[in-house]
């Protein structure tokens, strides 16, 4: 068990849904990332928080978004889905103190989205 | 471009035996950590070893040790006296010490342990 929770385990929804993924960092982890992983493009870096702030952004479609909260949870807003965004979506922590961000991501268990 | 290339998908042993997966990585910076991430078939993404760049010696973690050839950009994992616990997907993985703080990842290595 690494200490970072994922909600819900699975999502089934249809074309045009949106849906909300939920993360809960280690205790004292600073920093949450999301990553998406698919078949055909393999683990994928979406967005990084760190305290709250946006802090870095990857291959992140315009119909997603997330947050940081002051409780240091996040969320992973999908929204317009389309088949294509059927995926594991795994959130990460980490304690990034300072600006190196090399501390060790520890990853929660994953949210599959399938999208019919 | 930062990119990771594992060029074995998959691989299959007998338990007991030695294994070796290869990595190798591209990235224009000098200070990175590279990591070894198993992902069994509960999809958990589990960390296996990591290695800093500005170390020279091979990092080690019980049975799994790694091959580090900072100039050749390579990074290989071994596994010695393999279990069948060991079956699952390994990925390799960088971060860099400047831009984005966000791992890259291989495209993975299957390994398959036999009984």
């Known amino acids: 068990d690494s200490g970072v929770t994922q909600t819900p385990k699975h999502l089934i929804t249809a074309t045009g849904q949106r849906v909300t993924l939920r993360c809960s960092p280690r205790?004292?982890?600073?920093?949450v990332y999301w990553y998406q992983q698919s078949l055909d493009q393999g683990l994928q870096f979406l967005i990084q928080?760190?305290?709250?702030?946006?802090?870095a952004k990857g291959n992140i479609l315009e119909r997603f978004s997330a947050q940081q909260f002051p409780d240091l949870h996040s969320e992973l807003n999908l929204s317009s889905l389309e088949l294509g965004d059927s995926a594991l979506y795994f959130c990460a922590s980490s304690v990034s103190v300072g600006a190196g961000g090399t501390e060790t991501q520890y990853f929660g268990p994953g949210t599959r989205l399938l999208v019919l | 471009a930062q990119t990771v290339t594992q060029s074995q998908p998959e691989m299959s042993v007998q338990e007991a035996e030695t294994v070796t997966l290869s990595c190798t990585y591209d990235?224009?910076?000098?200070?990175?950590?590279l990591f070894w991430y198993k992902q069994p078939p509960s999809r958990q993404m589990i960390l296996v070893i990591r290695?800093?760049?500005?170390?020279?010696q091979n990092a080690t973690e019980n049975r799994f040790s790694v091959n580090f050839q900072k100039a050749a950009k390579s990074f290989s994992l071994k596994i010695s006296d393999s279990q069948l616990g060991d079956t699952a997907m390994y990925f390799c993985a960088f971060i860099t010490i400047q831009g984005a703080q966000k791992l890259v990842f291989g495209q993975g290595t299957r390994l398959t342990i036999n009984p």
């Open positions: 290695q800093e760049a500005y170390k020279q």
């Open positions: 928080y760190y305290n709250g702030e946006e802090r």
């Open positions: 205790s004292g982890d600073l920093s």
């Open positions: 990235t224009s910076e000098s200070n990175y950590y």
